[in-house]
């Protein structure tokens, strides 16, 4: 199942060209993997943000325990020639909210070098992963 999110609310800060953001899953194994720098992080915003919707009933999402959850999500990255951003797949994590959120903060992550191709190879697909941890006591 895929769902669209709307660029404009996602990708405000992002320069002119849209980016398409959708949720999907299968097995991304065979796309390259990128990787991730230290000191490049999700977004606390962002985190803080889902962790509410959790508290207040809003969202129930993958990997969540009661009021905690661990979230891994795996996500994928279409460049174009040029170097920039085309399209971002995530996986789906059950709460639209969450999902939107959480796509804007990769989106940034990446645009910000937190994940860095491998090889020559600097269009096309690439996959990556993050993860975090809530626990709301």
Not at 31 to 49: D, H, K, T, W
């Amino acid at each position: 199942m895929k769902h669209l999110f709307a660029a404009c609310l996602l990708f405000a800060a992002a320069p002119a060209a849209a980016q398409t953001v959708e949720t999907a899953s299968g097995d991304w194994s065979a796309i390259p993997q990128m990787q991730r720098q230290s000191g490049f992080n999700i977004e606390p915003e962002a985190v803080a943000a889902i962790s509410d919707a959790m508290e207040r009933g809003q969202c129930v999402i993958a990997g969540q325990h009661r009021r905690s959850a661990d979230v891994n999500m795996p996500f994928l990255v279409q460049f174009n020639a040029s170097g920039g951003i085309d399209r971002l797949v995530i996986q789906p994590l059950g709460c639209p909210r969450a999902e939107g959120l959480l796509a804007g903060a990769v989106l940034r992550l990446v645009q910000r070098g937190g994940f860095t191709r491998a090889g020559q190879r600097r269009q096309g697909w690439f996959r990556g992963e993050v993860g975090f941890t809530i626990s709301n006591g």
